[in-house]
């Protein structure tokens, strides 16, 4: 249904997946000696996450984040390294891992940004120091221990250098709140809300003087004052310098009740406290970043989305507005029917560089300012989820279907892998072998995706298949390492993904189709691409199973209401009742403007909620999970289907995870999610065993999962 929904089921099934063991390197070494096998649950915690590559100013290293995790510790840390432009030296510089299980360990580092005289690499931590909460830390590049730069009383989101290395702009929400004095124990208050749009997954609840402002920072004497005379309730984020240092661009939202808008436009002020912002774009809907000045300062690159009504479902176009407002914006690429990100300017500002996602792939591009010309920077299939470029190198983060992320240098065109942290693991490891799927739905329309077969799977033999369905649904399954499903082939399942109607990277209409009309071209689509494998004999129609999480979660409560084909079902933060988490869940602007006022149109509600108000038609054996700390798709959805299905006497279970969101972050909840799949489908799909997991996760430390 939702975006924020996608990025958090990705992390949740793909990201969150990407751990690595106690020491990782000895792990390693310790099994070179074994022959290649399937991967398997024990072998999750060995990967590595590698991420957000940032380029030295004079090109020559690249800082990037590498994240772990401890299941002693029963969590994980992120850590900064540095390797070279020529892959030579690859350097660890930040040792939060090594001490998770110090309760005054160093911590995560993440958000790395060198000073532009590439004298510091400063990054965002935690860490022990005056100051609590995450703060800007900076680490002399000639050497010496990183020491904490700011001390802010409020939640940093986001910082940028000054070009000239002396200032920071910090985007900050300020924390108003009294804190307890040492040794006094807080005293839980009401919360009091006047606010619109009043919560947030992880965030929490939303009081009126949580907004996000921005601050200049001066880096010798560290005074921090406001930067604009704004509005108090104006959000204002994503600030990047201009290159003479003299302003400063940024994203905000002044309509006069923002929370009932998405109305974000791009703004530009004077690198002066309390300067009055001037905006840029007037349209009415989002414009965004990442923002991007061209090198001579005269144009501001940003991403137009959808106005209210399609809002989730945005597809983001390419513009360039002048940073001195004489002109008005012009999309370059409006013609591309394909959502781009990330832009940043090349060194000549002649041209833009940029990510594309097109039907299964996610790729670099380069856009002529000009003319508006997109030109393809790498032809291979894969997903590169980040890049960036500086002093004419570019290094981009980069995955396919048997390689998890790594860092690369794209040089004049070609791929150079720089990291190799997972290397000696993949080796160790039998992977299931990705194919493309093809099929035309009911009314004649192409559908895409991908399904991944056991390891050593041979021509004949028809395999059980479960249908995991991706979340969103502004968003794709793609030519990327995907663990969950290299598990489950690893368990001896096929995995189907479909890209169904509402998926990204195949144009706006194909996006667009499901808007105000949820659980329906899906269906048919799933169905389609189902079919179509059945067909190919690469599966057992008799054991096939369903399942995903958020909007996947909730296509498969669409799924089981409409078929009984599968044998088996998982919901995981989902929902069959759109109403019921109406002013519940985040999506209060989606409701009203998608759909419409449930006490105006009460049956079109209910036409979306067939799953709930006519959960009579479902005899699938189904497993519901959520987590208690979840806003996005709070856990009152999957509790009124489990309560239906249990009404009406269909096997049924709902596993609740304590403190956890709607992305889980505890290892040893993630895999005990794993181990409740597996159970679950070979109990219903292979008809073996019951339900109960064959080897239980690690003990945490506080209440495990509550089975119910």
């Known amino acids: ?18 751990f690595a063991a106690t020491s990782a390197i000895q792990a390693q070494h310790a099994s070179a000696a074994a ?40 969590k994980g840390a992120t850590d900064l390294w540095m390797v070279s432009w020529d892959g030579s030296q690859d350097i660890r510089l930040t040792w939060g891992y090594q001490s998770l299980q110090d309760a005054n360990g160093l911590g995560s580092a993440g958000d790395p940004a060198w000073s532009p005289d590439g004298k510091y690499l400063s990054f965002l931590a935690g860490r022990p120091g005056p100051a609590k909460g995450e703060q800007v830390w900076i680490m002399d590049r000639r050497g010496g221990e990183a020491h904490q730069l700011t001390n802010v009383k409020g939640h940093i989101r986001g910082y940028a250098w000054s070009p000239d290395s002396t200032k920071l702009v910090l985007a900050i929400v300020p924390d108003e709140n009294p804190q307890p004095k040492p040794g006094e124990k807080p005293k839980p208050k009401p919360i009091v809300i006047d606010r619109y749009l009043f919560e947030q997954d992880v965030t929490g609840y939303l009081r009126d003087n949580e907004h996000t402002h921005l601050f200049l920072f001066d880096v010798a004497t560290h005074k921090l ?15 990047v310098w201009s290159p003479d240092g003299s302003r400063i661009a940024f994203v905000s939202n002044h309509d006069p009740d923002p929370d009932r808008s998405i109305n974000t436009d791009i703004w530009v002020v004077a690198a002066q406290p309390g300067s009055t912002p001037r905006q840029l774009t007037h349209y009415p809907g989002i414009d965004e970043g990442r923002i991007a000045w061209s090198p001579d300062g005269k144009w501001i690159a940003f991403l137009r989305g959808a106005q209210l009504k399609l809002w989730q479902y945005s597809l983001d176009t390419l513009g360039v507005v002048a940073a001195d407002g004489s002109a008005r914006p012009r999309m370059l690429t409006a013609k591309l029917d394909r959502s781009v990100s990330n832009p940043v300017f090349s060194p000549d500002g002649k041209s833009i560089q940029a990510i594309e996602e097109d039907d299964l792939n996610q790729y670099p591009i380069t856009v002529e300012v000009a003319t508006g ?64 799927v093809s099929a035309t739905s009911q009314d004649g329309t192409a559908v895409h995706g991908l399904i991944t077969m056991p390891p050593g799977a041979e021509a004949g033999t028809k395999y059980p298949m479960i249908l995991f369905i991706h979340g969103g649904p502004n968003g794709q399954d793609g030519h990327e390492l995907n663990l969950l499903n290299q598990l489950f082939a690893g368990h001896g399942y096929a995995v189907l993904n479909v890209n169904y109607r509402g998926s990204s990277g195949r144009g706006a209409a194909f996006q667009q189709a499901i808007a105000d009309n949820w659980g329906h071209l899906e269906i048919q689509d799933l169905m389609a691409c189902a079919d179509q494998v059945i067909r190919e004999g690469l599966v057992d129609p008799n054991r ?43 999506y209060i602007l989606q409701y009203n403007n998608e759909i419409g006022y449930p006490w105006v149109v009460t049956q079109k509600y209910i036409d979306l909620g067939y799953p709930f108000y006519h ?44 403190n956890q969101f709607h992305g889980f972050t505890r290892p040893s909840f ?31 430390p506080a209440k495990p999962a509550a089975k119910m």
């Open 225 to 239: 004052q406001k930067l604009t005379n704004s509005n108090a309730k104006f959000d204002e984020t994503d600030p």
């Open 35 to 74: 022959a290649p096998h399937p991967i398997t649950l024990s072998d999750l915690y060995r990967f590595q996450n590698v991420g957000s590559p940032v380029v030295s100013p004079d090109g020559k290293w690249i800082a990037y984040t590498v994240h772990k995790t401890d299941l002693k510790a029963d």
């Open 615 to 658: 959960a009579n038609r479902i005899h699938t054996p189904t497993l519901y999970m959520g987590g208690t700390s979840d806003m996005n798709v709070p856990l009152v959805g999957g509790k009124q289907m489990y309560e239906a299905l249990k009404t009406l006497n269909v096997p049924s279970e709902l596993i609740v995870y304590p």
């Open 1 to 18: 249904m939702l975006s924020a929904r996608l990025s958090l089921a990705l992390s949740a099934l793909g990201a969150c997946a990407l």
């Open 373 to 436: 010309a997109v030109h393809r920077g790498v032809m291979s299939p894969g997903v590169s989820w980040s890049f960036n470029q500086r002093a004419g190198h570019t290094a981009i983060l980069w995955t396919t279907n048997s390689a998890p992320g790594e860092i690369y240098a794209l040089d004049h065109g070609t791929l150079r892998r720089l990291t190799h942290h997972n290397d000696a693991l993949i080796a160790q490891l039998q992977l299931g072998q990705v194919r493309d």
């Open 670 to 700: 993630i895999l005990d999610r794993y181990e409740r799949w597996f159970a679950w489908y070979d109990k219903w799909v292979l008809g073996k065993g019951d339900a109960t997991p064959a080897s239980e996760a690690p003990k945490p």
């Open 544 to 586: 096939m199973g369903v399942g995903g999480w958020s909007y996947g979660g909730i296509l498969t409560d669409y799924t089981i209401a409409s078929t009984n084909r599968f044998k088996a079902a998982s919901s995981g933060a989902g929902t069959g009742d759109p109403i019921g988490l109406y002013g519940v869940d985040e």
